[in-house]
């Protein structure tokens, strides 16, 4: 439990989902972008959050 | 900037997890080396991440997106010729006498190699400083989100100083450490997608070429004039002073970073780390500097950008209004808490140690139990934090004082460097040397700063002469002190007589074994991950000339 990937890998999973949640559910928009930012960023985090805890999965 | 629940919602949840990772860590302390110095435990990718995290605090990365506002991408040199090299320099030419002697922080290296007044000078010194500096970064923050969010200056600076005081409290360096990987990550994932659609937004890295003057698109060309270029140095002042004396000097002799490798697990890792750290380091440009040059090139294009000129440590937070909706938004504030954060913890564990270690035990109370100093190291931590608060106030009221300190910081490091040189280098350099130049560094620069003004900075007593910018005031007067504590150590050593060879065992270079690492595959020996560090350095000088 140690392991320092565990909670950085939870913690952006966390952030990923939630900001997936917001893509879809809400109509956030920014002021200067068409680009549907909470999406992309979501999927960067779920990504990277998975990673981190395969990674520390995998050492365990 | 109109938060939404979302926002806070996130920001709740990284609060929630810095905590966490304080109260996981903390079975890990039962000594005072545990609670202060990790207890030299920590793998090298944690050290190397928490090496930058430290150093990339929230002034940092507001300071050089508005350095990239204002100077173009000249301001990747902080990086590219001052950071990189001297990260280079520190790992393969200097951890071998850090980590080898053993001693437990900066100051006590020097007190192993020189002598108790050398070590003592440096300890308060970096203590004044540490504390000075965590409260300033505090006073900055505290406006930023009074100013951006509404948010009450006093709720901000002791919410934010609480949290960082209990994990720091809880699980001591290792506590700060790991949180500092954390916040690196999320400063990364949480300012990477501003450089992204800001620059795209702006027409790419070609869009932004064709909008902006070319001497602010270009980092080498326009060097050969102070003139020529908006940052007003010069080739030479930049390399000598920016390059050698500044960033070498705060890389290679600030206890703030070198406290990380020291934490590594072996000799191999600490030297490692600064290494290791070099290769995220060079592509920060991209991340912190980009969305300034962006904001600049948008300023010009009529989408509806302004570029906030009368304050320019508004244009990461202006950009995150524009750029990120609601979710996103809430990242992006998380990681500018996440910068604060370690900044401040970088400083507070930094603090606690040289108090306790270089100060306490040595000055105060010697000779007692471990478990006491354990006990001090918890108290410097609460005194610490206490003090930084307090500055963050006393910066409300006397907002000059607080720029002189800064300009004076700023060039703290500098005769360090030359005293570190030369003792790690020269068997012949004394203990009274080291002391005489230290000093007389530290106070000439001081007193030259306070001789010449820049862009109405400096020159408290007189004002002799003007340079053209403040940078080229900085650069020139830290390669003033860097020379002036060489030369004066040098000559004080040839009047005293040096300490015999067999007390330099580990601390000086030609008595030291400096490990090999042959037999280790080539991307954990030092040698090898620095030459592909300095040949991908080369290719972003060259690309971006």
């Not at chain 2, 592509?283 to 090139?297: D, H, N, W, Y």
């Not at chain 2, 507070?348 to 000779?367: E, L, M």
């Amino acid at each position: 439990m140690d392991d320092l990937r565990v909670p950085i890998g939870l913690i952006f999973t966390l952030f990923g989902v939630i900001l997936l949640i917001a893509a879809f559910a809400a109509g956030y928009r920014a002021e200067l972008t068409d680009v549907n930012v909470n999406l992309y960023g979501g999927i960067a985090m779920l990504v990277f959050g998975s990673v981190m805890l395969w990674l520390a999965r995998r050492a365990s | 900037m109109k938060l939404a629940w979302i926002d806070y919602l996130l920001l709740a949840l990284y609060f929630g997890f810095v905590l966490g990772i304080g109260w996981i860590v903390r079975r890990r302390v039962s000594t005072s080396e545990d609670f202060l110095t990790s207890g030299r435990s920590v793998p090298v990718w944690i050290t190397s991440l928490a090496f930058i995290a430290a150093n990339l605090g929230a002034q940092e990365v507001i300071g050089m997106c508005a350095s990239g506002a204002k100077y173009g991408i000249m301001t990747a040199h902080f990086y590219w010729v001052g950071a990189v090299p001297a990260m280079l320099f520190v790992g393969i030419f200097m951890m071998p006498f850090y980590y080898g002697s053993r001693a437990r922080s900066v100051p006590e290296y020097l007190k192993l190699r020189f002598d108790e007044k050398t070590r003592g000078l440096n300890a308060i010194t970096f203590a004044v400083m540490t504390v000075f500096s965590s409260g300033i970064s505090m006073y900055a923050l505290g406006i930023l989100f009074q100013l951006v969010l509404g948010w009450n200056f006093t709720n901000s600076v002791l919410l934010s100083a609480a949290i960082v005081l209990v994990y720091t409290l809880l699980g001591g360096l290792t506590s700060a450490i790991y949180n500092e990987v954390l916040q690196f990550f999320l400063i990364v994932l949480g300012f990477a997608p501003l450089a992204i659609l800001s620059a795209y937004r702006a027409g790419g890295w070609s869009g932004i070429v064709s909008r902006l003057p070319e001497n602010v698109t270009h980092t080498w060309r326009y060097l050969g004039n102070a003139n020529a270029n908006p940052m007003g140095v010069e080739a030479f002042a930049l390399i000598a002073g920016l390059g050698f004396t500044l960033s070498f000097g705060y890389w290679c002799t600030n206890f703030l970073v070198v406290q990380r490798a020291m934490a590594a697990d072996s000799m191999s890792a600490a030297r490692r780390t600064p290494l290791v750290a070099a290769f995220p380091k060079m592509f920060l440009p991209f991340v912190v500097i980009l969305p300034g040059i962006a904001a600049l090139a948008l300023s010009k294009m009529n989408v509806g950008y302004t570029l906030p000129s009368d304050n320019y440590n508004l244009v990461l937070t202006t950009l995150m209004a524009k750029f990120y909706p609601s979710g996103m938004l809430g990242i992006g504030l998380t990681a500018l808490m996440a910068s604060f954060m370690s900044g401040m913890a970088g400083n507070v564990s930094a603090f606690n140690t040289v108090w306790t270690y270089d100060i306490y035990q040595s000055y105060i109370r010697p000779n007692a139990p471990d478990a006491h100093y354990l006990w001090m190291g918890r108290i410097a931590t609460v005194a610490g934090v206490a003090l930084s608060i307090l500055t963050a106030y006393v910066a409300t009221a006397f907002n000059n004082i607080m720029d002189i300190l800064q300009l004076v910081f700023s060039l703290v490091n500098a005769p360090l460097f030359a005293t570190f040189l030369l003792g790690m280098f020269s068997k012949r350099t004394t203990g009274n040397g080291a002391f005489t130049g230290l000093l007389t560094g530290t106070i000439g620069g001081t007193l030259l700063l306070s001789l010449t003004v820049a862009e109405g900075k400096g020159g408290w007593i007189a004002q002799m002469y003007t340079f053209r910018s403040s940078m080229a005031q900085n650069f020139w007067i830290a390669m003033f002190a860097f020379a002036l504590c060489f030369v004066v150590t040098y000559v004080v050593s040839l009047t005293s007589p040096p300490k015999p060879v067999s007390e330099l065992h580990n601390l000086v270079y030609g008595v030291t074994d400096i490990p090999k690492d042959k037999e280790a595959v080539w991307y954990k020996r030092p040698a090898p991950l620095a030459i592909i560090v300095a040949v991908v350095l080369v290719i972003l000088n060259i690309l971006f000339w």
